[in-house]
C-alpha cells in the first residue's frame, strides 16, 4: 500500500485559499487519490478523487503533477466550520483492497 | 437516503466486560467496514466485508474481538473482555462495492474503558 506524508497542522484565516499537500512516492498505477475530511465527533466525509491532473467540486479541487507522486487539496475562500482534519489517502478501493489513513492534517481557521 | 447508523452513540464499561456494537449500512451497500479510532490518530481497518463474507481482517485482535455480517446488511462488532487500551471511538462504513468506492460513514460509537 503506498504510504502518504502529509503536514501535522495548518492554520489560516476566513476568506484565504488553503493548499493542503500530501507525498506518495510509491502511487502504483492503479492507486487513486482520494481526500476526506473529518469533524470532532463525526466519521470521516468524502472530499474529493482523483487520477491525474486537476479535479474540481462544489467543496474543492485536487491537483496531482504528471509523476502523480504528490497531490494537493485547494480549498477555495475557508470559513470557520472548514476546521476539521483532512486524511490524504491512495489506493484503487476496489472493494478487495483497504484504504489506509494517516493521521491527517488539522486545518485550523479563525476569524 | 439514510446514512450509517450506529448505535450506541456512548458506551462506559469496566476492564474485562463485554461489549457489542451495532452498524446498519446503507442500504444496497455491498461492502462493510469497521474501524477504530483512538484520540488523535486517523481511523485504522478492523475488518472489512464484501456482503457476508470477510475480505480482510489482518488487524483485527482476534483474541478479543469478533465481528459478524448476517445476511449480509447489518453488522455487530464484540470485544470480550475489553481493555483500557480499547478506548476509542469505532466507526462503521459502507461503500457500494465497485472500483475507486467512496466510502460512507457512521457517527461512531465513543467507547471508554476503567
Known amino acids: 500500500l503506498a504510504k502518504t506524508t502529509q503536514p501535522i497542522s495548518m492554520d489560516s484565516y476566513e476568506g484565504q485559499e488553503v493548499n493542503i499537500t500530501c507525498s506518495h512516492n510509491n502511487i502504483a498505477t492503479n492507486d487513486y487519490i482520494t481526500w476526506y475530511q473529518q469533524f470532532p465527533s463525526q466519521g470521516p466525509r468524502f472530499i474529493i478523487q482523483g487520477y491525474k491532473t486537476k479535479v474540481t467540486n462544489e467543496v474543492a479541487s485536487l491537483f496531482i503533477p504528471a509523476d502523480r507522486k504528490s497531490s494537493t487539496l485547494s480549498l477555495p475562500r475557508v470559513s470557520l466550520s472548514d476546521t476539521a482534519v483532512y486524511y490524504c489517502l491512495v489506493g484503487d478501493n476496489s472493494g478487495y483492497s483497504t484504504l489506509t489513513f494517516g493521521k491527517g492534517t488539522m486545518l485550523l481557521v479563525s476569524p | 437516503e439514510a446514512g450509517v447508523a450506529q448505535s450506541p452513540r456512548y458506551k462506559i464499561i469496566e476492564k474485562r466486560q463485554s461489549v457489542a456494537f451495532w452498524c446498519n449500512p446503507i442500504?444496497?451497500?455491498?461492502?462493510l467496514y469497521w474501524y477504530q479510532q483512538i484520540l488523535g490518530q486517523g481511523p485504522k481497518l478492523l475488518i472489512q466485508?464484501?456482503?457476508?463474507?470477510?475480505?480482510?481482517d489482518s488487524q483485527l485482535p482476534k483474541d478479543r474481538f469478533s465481528a459478524e455480517r448476517l445476511k449480509g446488511v447489518d453488522s455487530t462488532l464484540k470485544i470480550q473482555p475489553a481493555k483500557l487500551e480499547d478506548s476509542a471511538v469505532y466507526l462503521c462504513?459502507?461503500?457500494?462495492?465497485?472500483?475507486?468506492?467512496?466510502?460512507?460513514f457512521g457517527p461512531g460509537t465513543r467507547l471508554t474503558v476503567l
Open positions: 442500504s444496497g451497500h455491498a461492502t
Open positions: 462504513a459502507s461503500s457500494p462495492g465497485q472500483l475507486r468506492d467512496t466510502q460512507y
Open positions: 466485508f464484501q456482503n457476508n463474507g470477510v475480505v480482510d
